[in-house]
């Protein structure tokens, strides 16, 4: 599965949008991006996923540029609750054991600020 | 929604002991797995396993066996409980496409 970079942490204000960005420069054509997130003490939480098209769900928006080597993950307006560990996953579709397999790294620390 | 069930929240163990970690998935998934998370090192697979009796090794499957007998249910052992194995271990089950994880067990080992 393709590496992927992402910052460290990030802050953002209450109410305001929130970008992720994740770096995944040597992704594969038959490579998904995923998004997860973790709030302290919980399991990763699903979030979104794509391939090449822009995805938007009532969590977030998934930003993927046309030469898929860099992603945005968008919530649209940030809050409290949304402080958490955004992790950004690149792993090839298709079926069959351990193609089902996500490597996790070590994400972004997102804090929402009042 | 998909229920991953993990059977104890917190765990206390000796060591040497024989640990067992429960998950039940309510939902018909075909794949489960497990990990653990430590702090500075992340999420680390342990074991998965994509059908009933099948399993599979991840990237640290040293000091664990796990079982599938029934699909709904994914079982991580600890054959002789190490300090070094104090962590928080974490479920999934997926379908296809997205994981949804269990609250976590966090084990001590003393």
């Known amino acids: 599965d393709a590496k992927t970079t992402q910052p460290t942490s990030m802050d953002c204000a209450e109410g305001r949008a929130a970008n992720l960005p994740c770096n995944h420069s040597?992704?594969?054509?038959?490579?998904?991006v995923y998004w997860y997130r973790q709030i302290h003490s919980q399991g990763p939480q699903y979030i979104i996923h794509g391939l090449k098209n822009n995805e938007t769900n009532e969590m977030a928006s998934l930003i993927i540029t046309e030469d898929r080597k860099s992603s945005t993950l968008i919530l649209p307006h940030a809050t409290l609750r949304d402080t958490a560990v955004y992790y950004c996953i690149v792993r090839v579709a298709g079926s069959g054991g351990s193609n089902y397999k996500l490597t996790f790294g070590k994400g972004t620390l997102l804090t929402v600020n009042p | 929604d998909v229920k991953v069930t993990q059977s104890s929240r917190y765990l206390v163990k000796r060591t040497g002991e024989k640990v067992f970690l429960e998950c039940v998935q309510d939902m018909d998934h075909e794949n489960m797995f497990w990990y653990r998370q430590d702090p500075g090192l992340g999420l680390r697979l342990i074991y998965f396993s994509y059908d009933v009796k099948m399993k599979e090794k991840g990237d640290i499957p040293e000091g664990y066996s796990v079982s599938r007998e029934k699909k709904e249910r994914f079982s991580l052992i600890l054959e002789s409980a190490s300090t070094n194995q104090t962590s928080m271990y974490l479920c999934?089950?997926?379908?296809?496409?997205?994981?949804?994880f269990g609250s976590g067990t966090r084990l001590t080992v003393v």
């Open positions: 040597t992704i594969s054509g038959n490579e998904y």
């Open positions: 999934a089950s997926s379908l296809i496409r997205a994981y949804t």
